[in-house]
């Protein structure tokens, strides 16, 4: 079933198209005279700032991704509904530490690179191999193309970032918070920029994605009933990636304006709404076991098994927030885009080095421990509320 998710979300328009159409003229005429490299372009997020870049047709656009099959299906689907483009479009399915990457961007030249590349779940958070994953993909990685940038002639560094950056109470919050400081830190020649998300609707790995495929599986919805996050489309994402690069000075962070209550949405009523825009009605079990032996003796095909369960895992907040007290905003730019300016501290400044040194020294050791990679990011980030509940989400359904 195709879903209006703006609809969805009770939208009556892109929460963006104001400043985005406002702007249009100036951000046509600098995407058609530049030459881009989308790294993580097969994700959802990357999907989405290429399609938007390629029907505006740049230059150059060069797309890196290691899946191989989600970057056929992206190149489909532009020939399908934009065809092709003037300027010089490849793809190139390698991981971005690799040599072959390298190789590649050694030779080529670029104006802008946006890099989606990363780890994003709060479900990877149980064991420390993982998690060295996650800080290599988030942290290292980034700080790599930066290193390889360094004689480069580049307009804009564009990495994602997450409203779980700000007063992280997860490791993958924690690492996007790093890689801000770690990315600012070492951007003397080039101008870094950043955006903070919200949830992305229905995007790949996402818990409303996960819907779609319980419903294919004929298998039961298992959602928090006590989360609140905020969502945004997987085109206003590619709308706040594009404007963040073009208009974004160096070292700011750009968030989507919509850090109010009104607009936190509970992912219980999300899942009700999914369910009825299906022309399902929700059942709800007591427990996990109650809603699988439902699914599987359920005889009416307009009932749908849905458990409802409080949050008890590690690194869950109730609610997630763009910007914390202390940070100096920018709200008068933008219709719906704020700013922060004052990205990190002084303090933070001083110490990311040291972190960067700890983090690959800890690397080579025989043994890893996650108490251990706690501890050093613990004394990097002051405000990190990490508690370990000794309950995580993979222990979910």
């Known amino acids: 079933m195709k879903i209006d998710v703006e609809k969805f979300l009770n ?25 881009f490299l989308i790294i993580g372009a097969a994700g959802s997020i ?33 020939r399908s509904s934009s065809g092709y483009i003037s300027g010089e479009f490849k793809t190139f399915e390698i991981d971005v530490d690799s040599i072959e990457f390298e190789k590649l961007y050694k030779k080529q030249s670029y104006d802008y690179i946006f890099n989606f590349s990363a780890l994003k779940h709060v479900r990877s958070e149980k064991d420390p191999y993982t998690l060295m994953r996650l800080f290599k993909v988030n942290i290292l990685n980034p700080l790599k193309i930066i290193q390889l940038s360094k004689n480069k002639k580049i307009k ?13 109470a997860n490791m993958m919050g924690a690492s996007k918070r790093l890689m801000e400081i770690s990315l600012i830190s070492k951007s003397r020649n080039i101008p870094v920029v950043l955006a903070r998300f919200a949830n992305v609707l ?10 779609k495929y319980r419903l294919e599986k004929n298998q039961p919805l298992s959602v928090p009933k006590d989360i609140k996050r905020y969502f945004i489309t ?32 509970s992912f219980s009523n999300l899942a009700i709404k999914f369910l009825k825009l299906n022309k399902l009605r929700p059942i709800f079990s007591k427990t996990e076991n109650s809603a699988r032996k439902f699914s599987k003796i359920n005889k009416n095909k ?74 050093i ?8 509320n990490y508690i370990d509940k000794k309950k995580y989400l993979n222990e979910k359904m």
């Open 156 to 168: 804009k560094f564009f990495n994602v970032s997450t409203d779980k950056a700000s007063e992280p």
């Open 11 to 35: 939208r009556k328009e892109n929460l963006f198209s104001k400043d985005f159409k406002i702007n249009e003229k100036l951000i046509n005429k600098e995407i058609k005279k530049s030459k």
């Open 302 to 375: 307009n009932q749908w098994p849905c458990y409802l369960f409080s949050s008890d895992t590690t690194g869950e907040k109730e609610e997630e927030i763009f910007y914390s007290k202390n940070d100096k905003l920018n709200t008068t730019k933008f219709n719906d885009i704020g700013i922060i300016t004052n990205a990190i501290s002084k303090q933070e400044l001083k110490k990311i080095n040291l972190f960067i040194k700890n983090l690959k020294q800890y690397s080579k050791k025989d043994k890893w421990k996650k108490k251990e990679l706690i501890n």
């Open 377 to 384: 990011v613990k004394k990097t980030l002051k405000n990190f």
């Open 234 to 265: 997987s085109k206003e994402s590619a709308y706040l990636c594009i404007m963040t690069a073009i208009f974004g000075d160096k070292n700011q962070i750009f968030y989507p304006k919509i850090q109010n209550h009104k607009n936190l949405i």
């Open 202 to 211: 229905f995007s790949d790995g996402s818990l409303l994605s996960g819907f």
């Open 46 to 78: 990357g999907q989405a700032v290429t399609t938007e870049i390629f029907k505006k047709h740049p230059k150059k656009l060069h797309l890196v991704d290691i899946s191989e099959n989600n970057m056929v299906e992206l190149v489909r689907s532009l």
